[in-house]
């Protein structure tokens, strides 16, 4: 195809590539690749719709693999390419580049541990998603939503933004936008003190990605969640399987967030900790050196629960409180 000087149908056909190896096989490296390549073929031409189209790749890419920065990057340089048209690019990928780019920029801004802007980036680009109809896009940021959420222990009308999410993934009869709700929606119940309806729902999600094999890079997030419901209730043997899987997914897959809560939650239940303030100092310390084995500089938000020890979910004002305190929970 190169060889016939269609270097955008190449383009494409390799980011589409990186993408089907993220979905169907979890590889989070793959995606990396391909996405990137695709990007260096796209720079090379001269056509904008090609670039902003082509640039969401990289840029979800370095968004699942909890590479805040790069995320970012990705983000601004497609807004730069697209300015104000919510159109330009979307017939190559199914879905409006800069719709997406809001996303990934609120999702960055997230992992970089800049909650406030976060969440005004979040609700910027839910208005944008519903003015453009850009609804399975606009099922994906519910998911970001309740990681903010769950990020700041605060409840934000997340379980009424969840259950619409999910009505709208029945309407689309998407099974990514289908699972992505159901995850959203286990964290928006871990927000409000509910373990057994988070762990049904997160049960649920996995369940969607493993059957239907889709978005199975995302499985290690909905798996730290599962844990996190399961510590809750007092399942220990079945949150320690769960939060072991989680690990060895969230490094398969390359993605440190995931892979550094998930070993947050391990070590804490293996060393028979509580949610008890005392795990203050352990949980930090598992976290960062997590996040370090990784490779990671960035900050990383981190759910209070977590940080602070809290018994979240069964007093969930202190988890509140902590958020508007400490602001920016990050290390």
Wanted: charged content about 25%.
């Amino acid at each position: 195809m190169e060889s016939l000087g269609d270097r955008p149908a190449l383009g494409m056909l390799v980011g589409r590539y990186g993408i089907m190896r993220f979905s169907v096989a979890g590889s989070g490296g793959d995606y990396a690749r391909y996405g990137e390549e695709a990007a260096l073929l796209a720079r090379e031409c001269g056509d904008a719709r090609l670039r902003a189209a082509i640039g969401t790749f990289p840029a979800y890419r370095h968004f699942h693999a909890g590479e805040g920065r790069a995320a970012l990057e990705w983000s601004e340089r497609i807004l730069e390419e697209v300015g104000s048209d919510n159109v330009l690019g979307r017939e190559l990928v199914g879905y409006s580049p800069r719709v997406g780019a809001f996303h990934v920029r609120a999702q960055a801004l997230l992992f970089l541990g800049r909650l406030t802007e976060a969440w005004n980036q979040i609700s910027a680009a839910e208005r944008v998603a519903e003015e453009s109809r850009e609804l399975e896009v606009f099922t994906w940021m519910q998911l970001t939503r309740a990681m903010l959420e769950h990020a700041c222990g605060r409840p934000e009308s997340g379980l009424e933004h969840g259950r619409r999410s999910l009505e709208i993934a029945e309407k689309l009869d998407n099974e990514a936008s289908r699972m992505a709700s159901y995850a959203a929606l286990g964290l928006a119940h871990l927000v409000e003190g509910r373990p057994a309806a988070a762990r049904d729902a997160f049960r649920e999600s996995a369940t969607i990605s493993r059957d239907h094999r889709v978005v199975r890079a995302l499985l290690p997030q909905v798996l730290a969640g599962l844990a996190e419901g399961q510590l809750a209730l007092g399942e220990a043997t079945e949150a320690v399987a769960t939060a072991r899987e989680d690990i060895n997914l969230g490094n398969a897959g390359g993605c440190r967030y995931n892979e550094a809560l998930a070993q947050t939650l391990a070590r804490l239940m293996l060393r028979g900790a509580d949610w008890t303030a005392s795990s203050d100092i352990r949980s930090r310390s598992a976290l960062l050196e997590a996040a370090r084995q990784r490779g990671s500089h960035e900050a990383i938000a981190v759910p209070p629960g977590l940080v602070l020890g809290d018994d979240a979910h069964r007093r969930p004002h202190r988890r509140r409180v902590a958020c508007r305190k400490r602001g920016s929970l990050h290390i």
